[in-house]
């Protein structure tokens, strides 16, 4: 039963914010409440301010230009992410994300902004974006301030956004030539959460001979999305072989922090980790080989 | 807490009232309006049972706060037939044996319909796709999948 609250509808940014900095105490922001809502039906979250920036439409857009790469506003439902043409011609791995992400329902509703808000390590975005090098704009009544998205996640369901703060958008620069971005959950139920999820984003060196740079990011294997940092060095500067990659998946699978739940043990866990981020890591590695 | 005023059309019909904020549409529309075609099964937002229109975007109205769908358009299961006059889709289910126990079917038809509106001539995986997320105990996917085949290959135009 979900306790009552009070509602505040929000219809542009700056109402928003004035909305948050006068009832940021006990608030929460909905958007599509595809994640909030089961909470609150749980009485996990009992919020006593509910603000509502669904109908900001100023944050629901999706632009892309050659320079700046792709921007997502904090509102845009991932079916807007999915149909969109230019995230399939330039982002690809999002559309195959989007489709795997929950039933059409909920992408019709939830949105790239709350989904990364909410901050549930098991989220598909958080793990991609940071692969991409994502960085996010969040803003309070004062000022506005971008950060890594890599730096964006503290805890379970914790990120830095401060009591008056609001995400307002998702920033993904261009995908560098020779890159390859690959990304694969693992679940028991296809468009279920991950019980892990692995991305990984490759560049091929000049020559196409060797690893120039790799992004190795584990999601569902800690509290927050996290990149194997270890990893991804033993990749740079060198050709992938086989020893090479079971290096990497063993490496990988030692910087993972599982926490065990119903869905699975943290040994369980770490041995996904391993076989995900080797079969991602020989993915983008063939394919940014293609690309060279 | 406050009761706040909800303007809301379900199905082309327009509705005022009064509603705490923390109703779900699936609750306004059972329990306030009467339109219990729309049924609750999991209440978690698993199942899919509860799936509506609103502003012809199929979503789950035990996951949407009745308040977030103020000055939208909903269409339940009760507003696809025009009177007795039942949609190529709902004869096509009828013809299938699609229905079997019911409990599944109104969030079938709405995101099927969904499907449809947005792409007459789906191929079977999208239809699969477009259900994906509608749980039938029934098991009875199969005969759904055929309904709306047969509807997506023209095989109910015009009838009826």
Known sequence: MIKDFAYFKASTVKEALDLLEEHKEDCKIICGGQSLLILMRQGLVAPKNLIDIKNVKE????????????????????????????????????????????????????????????????????????AL???????????????PLEGFFVDYFETVLEENELLLDVHLP????????????????????????????MTASDDGLTCKDSRIVLGAAAATPIRAKQAEQLLIGQKLDDGLLEEVGLKASEESD????????????????????????????NQSQTLA | MEKQLLHITVNNEYHELYIKPKRLLV????????????????????CCACTVLVDGAAVKSCSVLAIQADGKEVTTVEGL??????????????????YQCGFCTSGMLISATALLNENPKPTKE???????????????YNSIIRAVQAVAKGQYREAG
Not at chain 1, 133 to 147: G, Q, Y
Not at chain 1, 267 to 283: A, G
Not at chain 2, 81 to 98: M, N, Y
């Open chain 1, 133 to 147: 090098n994502a960085r996010v704009k969040v803003s309070n009544k004062e000022r506005e301030r971008t950060l």
């Open chain 1, 258 to 285: 599982p926490v065990p739940d119903i869905h699975a043990t943290e040994e369980y866990r770490r041995e996904l980790v391993k076989v995900l981020t080797k079969r991602m890591v020989k993915k983008a590695w």
């Open chain 2, 81 to 98: 037939a025009e009177g007795d006059k039942l949609t190529p889709l709902q004869r096509s289910f009828l013809d299938h044996g699609a």
């Open chain 2, 126 to 140: 999208q239809i699969k796709e477009a259900i994906h997320g509608n749980i039938c105990r029934c098991t009875g």
């Open chain 1, 59 to 130: 944050l629901s857009h999706i632009d892309f230009n050659q320079k700046e790469g792709l921007k997502i506003g904090a509102t845009t439902t991932h079916r807007a992410v999915e149909k969109s043409p230019v995230v399939r011609k330039h982002f690809p791995v999002l559309i195959e994300m989007e489709e795997n992400l929950a039933s059409v329902q909920t992408r019709n509703w939830g949105t790239i902004g709350g989904n990364l808000a909410h901050a549930d390590p098991t989220g598909d975005p958080g793990p991609i974006f940071i």
């Open chain 2, 27 to 46: 609750e306004v529309l059972r329990d306030e309006l009467g339109l219990t075609g729309t049924k609750r099964g999991c209440n978690t937002g698993a």
């Open chain 1, 174 to 201: 261009v995908i560098p030539p020779k890159t390859a971005v690959v990304y694969e959950k693992f679940n028991i139920i296809k468009n279920d959460q991950g019980i892990v999820s692995v991305a990984v984003s």
